[in-house]
């Protein structure tokens, strides 16, 4: 009997609940100046799988164009305003694409999660759950088929090219208070 190798081709749908990601790191990093990065971050999540979709929920107006941008340009991905939580835009999506991919990540520690992980998995489809691990729930964990932690080395923290170069404002010396001693 001859050994064939059989190549195991998976179909990947990432994802993310911006608000909460974006959360974690600021925690855990103590800046709000952290920010994920993507062209590391992604590459780990899928193991050699390939990516399917790509979609980055993300409540409130003020949303990066340029993240938009870079998102679609390097990954076809997507960013979908929320009007409140992600929760169930999220949630929507990733049921429409049930029938669509093998494996769905959940880039999210939010309980709110564990229902729909449950639903996904029922219906064949392998869910993983990518976060920052002190600040995700153990319920979303063990419900999940596999936990990627989202460390120091998944985010950077961000400085404003016009303040690279910028020297700290000029200080003017401290006088000493006089005082009249008699």
């Known amino acids: 009997m001859v050994k064939q190798n059989i190549l195991i081709n998976q179909s990947v749908a990432i994802l993310c609940d911006g608000n909460n990601i974006e959360r974690s790191i ?13 062209d590391t971050l992604i590459p780990k999540l899928l193991m050699n799988r390939s990516l399917n979709r790509f979609i980055y929920f993300r ?36 049921t429409q694409l049930s029938s669509k991919v093998d494996t769905i990540i959940i880039m999210s520690g939010d309980s709110d999660y564990v229902e729909l992980v449950s639903y996904l998995k029922n219906e064949g489809v392998r869910v993983e759950i990518a976060a920052v691990k002190k600040t995700t729930a153990k319920i979303l964990m063990d419900e ?39």
């Open 26 to 38: 600021h925690e855990e990093s103590g800046t709000t100046s952290s920010m994920v990065n993507f």
């Open 59 to 94: 409540e409130g107006k003020n949303i990066s164009s340029k993240l938009a941008d870079r998102l679609h340009e390097h990954y076809h991905g997507s960013v979908v305003p929320c009007h409140k939580s992600a929760d169930i835009p999220l949630s929507i999506k990733a």
């Open 144 to 182: 999940a088929d596999f936990f990627h932690p989202i460390t120091k080395e998944d985010w950077f923290v961000y400085t404003h090219p016009k303040q690279m170069g910028r020297r700290p404002p000029k200080q003017e010396p401290v006088k000493e208070r006089e005082t009249n001693h008699l």
